[in-house]
């Protein structure tokens, strides 16, 4: 016999993804069901930072959360770069504020470590309300998504990050929420089963997507706010290295907040994660002072690529030009050799190659230009000249 056993995590040990979250859980065994089922959800929302820690991968890795959270800006004025998105969502704030009401729905979108997550906080700060976090990958039974809904505040905002592993099903239980701030709920099994609308305070929902391709168009319809994050200028992130050095009491000049910003990748997170290793250095080998001396030296010995390159980038661009001499090469060829699914090629790792020139994306598949030979230090082929 199944029996439903509710359960609640209340302590606030846990992080704040499982803070307030209740759900139903179908096994037997009721008093070891809680402590299981969070083992489980832990695991899952682990699998977010899959990939190795690497050094210049823009990942999170489970060990930087807590540094991470220091060095997060916290208001909308400290949150360097994407001025589009920042001037959209800052007269969104005013307008919701000054009527009182809750903010549109926002969807933010873009590859990792752009400041999505930051962002979904500075909204709640903003609006001065509470925030609650939880994941797709999270969210397993229809429980867990009903019991996070009902005990929303009013106008708080809940951030769903990776809304792209939200299952199909609970994703059309949603729709309702976001619309109309209802919620259909079966009770009971077969003939005596009832169906049950609950009303939800009206909140403001904010989710996080790495592939907005994978979102559906009416889930993305739901959406008032649609922002994408465009990786950082290296005027942007040496910007925040310097901010992050000021927070963390690093003394660095402008020169060596520069250095660290050129192999960054575009990418706050890992610019951060630079300065974290060369602080070391330069407390270990030099006297703590970063500049752009010693954050050479410190990025040289920690052999990081002079673009911020990581792994999957360097394999990509090689296999073009050394399997393929230069290319084109269809998506899905190198999905199969890079063992990568293809939307996360297209979402996650071509957007920087492409904005700093070094692939192309043509009818025909996928090129390495000019530069990227150049880089690789390896002869361009002369390619015969096109007929049409
Ligand atoms: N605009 C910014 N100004 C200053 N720091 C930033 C900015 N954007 C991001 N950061 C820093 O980068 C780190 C990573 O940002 P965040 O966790 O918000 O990225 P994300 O887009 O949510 O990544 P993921 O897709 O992996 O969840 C944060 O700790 C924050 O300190
Ligand atoms: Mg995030």
């Not at 169906?195 to 790495?210: D, G, K």
Request: net charge negative; glycine share 8%.
């Amino acid at each position: 016999m199944e029996l439903r056993v509710k359960f609640w995590i209340l302590s606030d040990a846990y992080p704040s993804i499982y803070r307030s979250k209740a759900g139903f859980c179908r096994f037997g065994l009721p008093a070891a069901c809680a402590p299981v089922r969070l083992l489980f959800s832990m695991a899952r929302a682990q699998d977010s930072s899959e990939s190795p820690e690497r050094l210049i991968s823009a990942t999170r890795a489970g060990e930087e959360d807590g540094f991470e959270l220091k060095l997060r800006p916290r208001w909308l004025g400290e949150f360097i770069g994407q001025s589009r998105a920042k001037e959209q969502l800052a007269i969104a704030l005013e307008a919701a504020k000054s009527r009182g009401e809750a903010l549109d729905h926002v969807l933010l979108s873009g590859p990792p470590g752009l400041g999505k997550t930051t962002l979904a906080s500075i909204i709640a700060n903003e609006l001065d309300v509470g925030f609650q976090q939880t994941s797709g990958s999270a969210i397993q039974i229809q429980g867990d998504m009903t019991a996070i809904l009902t005990n929303l505040r009013e106008r708080q905002v809940l951030f769903l990050d990776e809304i792209h592993r939200l299952q199909p099903v609970l994703e059309e239980k949603l729709y309702t929420a976001l619309e109309d701030l209802k919620l259909d709920i079966i009770i009971g099994q077969g003939p005596s089963a009832r169906t049950h609308v609950m009303e939800i305070r009206p909140f403001t929902f904010v989710a996080a997507t790495t592939r907005l391709g994978m979102l559906s168009s009416p889930l993305r319809s739901r959406f008032g706010i649609l922002l994408r994050l465009e990786f950082y200028t290296e005027e942007e992130l040496r910007v925040i290295v310097e901010r992050s050095a000021e927070v963390l009491q690093v003394p660095i000049d402008t020169d060596g907040a520069a250095e660290i910003a050129l192999r960054s990748r575009g990418t706050p997170r890992i610019a951060n994660r630079l300065l974290r290793r060369v602080r070391d250095y330069a407390q270990v080998r030099g006297n703590g002072e970063i500049d752009r001396k010693t954050a050479h030296a410190a990025l040289t010995m920690l052999d990081v690529d002079p673009h911020g390159f990581d792994e999957i980038d360097r394999r990509l661009l090689l296999t073009i030009i050394e399997k393929y001499d230069g290319g084109p090469v269809g998506l899905g060829t190198l999905a199969a050799i890079l063992a990568e699914d293809e939307g996360a090629l297209e979402e996650v790792y071509e957007p920087f190659l492409i904005q700093i020139g070094f692939l192309d994306r043509t009818p025909r598949g996928r090129v390495a230009t000019r530069l990227a030979y150049e880089h690789f230090r390896i002869t361009m082929p002369q390619r015969p000249a096109s007929l049409f």
